[in-house]
């Protein structure tokens, strides 16, 4: 057996595992290239908030300079009643929820029935330099008329604590909407928050009534 194969042979188990000591820059080549990658790269979940017949679900920590976009997921958030699922920004750390946007909202719903479809712009979802909360639904509400209703989707947030530009923004979400005859609504909203002031908190709420039960998860992207 030569040298090489019996160095080999060496580091490695019965059972085929290759040991520690096998693998370093002179067995494999280019292996320095691996060691450029880090455990903090990629995404990062930073915290997670579960509703429970609550008012709204706020993050009044952890959006900071750490990362340079933050993406919420949401997980089947059920209304109390009727109402659009909505957000809004902080530049005090969550004292008011009151930062100017403008946004585009368009999207697409089909009913269970197969009768209705559309794929339209939404001028009744859009803000233009409004203070007040971005809708991130379209069309109809996101319904509470039976248990298994909810709303899902993803919001991201670029750059949020950069002072040079505006915030933009960009969400893909679906629900079943309060119609009899439940439609699934997929809506794409986007925006900019029209403040060069660091962004570090946000809230989401239903329009009307509470979050009566779902999970929201905040991550972090290098």
Do not use: C
């Not at 820059?25 to 060691?35: P, Q």
């Not at 990062?44 to 976009?69: C, V």
């Not at 929820?97 to 479809?117: P, Q």
């Not at 709420?205 to 290098?222: F, K, L, V, W």
């Amino acid at each position: 057996m030569g040298i090489i194969t019996r160095s080999a042979a060496n580091n490695i188990t019965t059972g085929g595992v290759i040991l520690p000591a096998g693998i370093n820059d002179a067995s494999v080549a280019s292996v320095t290239a691996l060691a450029q990658v880090s455990a903090g790269d990629g995404i990062t979940l930073i915290s997670s908030q579960t509703a429970s017949s609550s008012a709204s679900l706020s993050f009044t920590t952890g959006i900071d300079s750490t990362y340079r976009t933050y993406m919420f997921k949401f997980i089947n958030m059920h209304p109390s009643t009727n109402a659009h699922f909505s957000f809004n920004l902080s530049t005090d750390s969550g004292s008011n929820y009151n930062v100017t946007k403008t946004s585009t909202v368009f999207g697409a719903y089909h009913n269970e029935s197969g009768t209705d479809t559309l794929l339209s712009y939404d001028t009744g979802r859009d803000l233009a330099q409004s203070t007040g909360y971005q809708k991130i639904t379209m069309g109809g509400q996101v319904g509470a008329n039976d248990a298994d209703r909810s709303f899902s989707g993803t919001l991201i947030l670029f750059n949020p604590s950069n002072t040079t530009y505006v915030k933009h923004y960009i969400s893909n979400s679906n629900f079943m909407d309060e119609q009899p005859t439940p439609y699934t609504v997929n809506a794409f909203v986007g925006g900019y928050a029209n403040t060069t002031s660091a962004i570090n908190a946000i809230d989401f709420i239903y329009s009307a009534g509470n979050i009566d039960a779902g999970t929201i998860h905040m991550y972090g992207i290098n």
